[in-house]
């Protein structure tokens, strides 16, 4: 499964987006951290390896909802500007 595991200080909450056996903790060790996701900056942050999550796509990973999101929408416009 990709989903995100939470990371960062109480409120302040910062998530990998990472390849996990389903059974597995929420922050358990993960298979491959395929990106990052920051809610508390605006507009939201995110940074994913799509090849990756591609590969593990075709594998048999499923997406959790908000990972689903986090692809359907367009890169960001910090990273757009830059490149």
Avoid: C
Avoid at 12 to 34: F, L
């Amino acid at each position: 499964m990709i989903r995100l595991a939470r990371f960062g200080a109480r409120k302040q909450p910062y998530y990998r987006v990472v390849v996990i056996e389903k059974e597995h903790a929420r922050n358990g060790r993960p298979v491959e951290v395929v990106g990052t996701y920051n809610p508390r900056t605006n507009p939201a942050t995110f940074d994913l390896k799509r090849e990756r999550i591609e590969h593990w796509v075709s594998k048999g990973a499923q997406l959790s909802d908000r990972v689903r999101k986090l692809l359907a929408s367009p890169a960001p416009a910090a990273a757009a500007s830059v490149a």
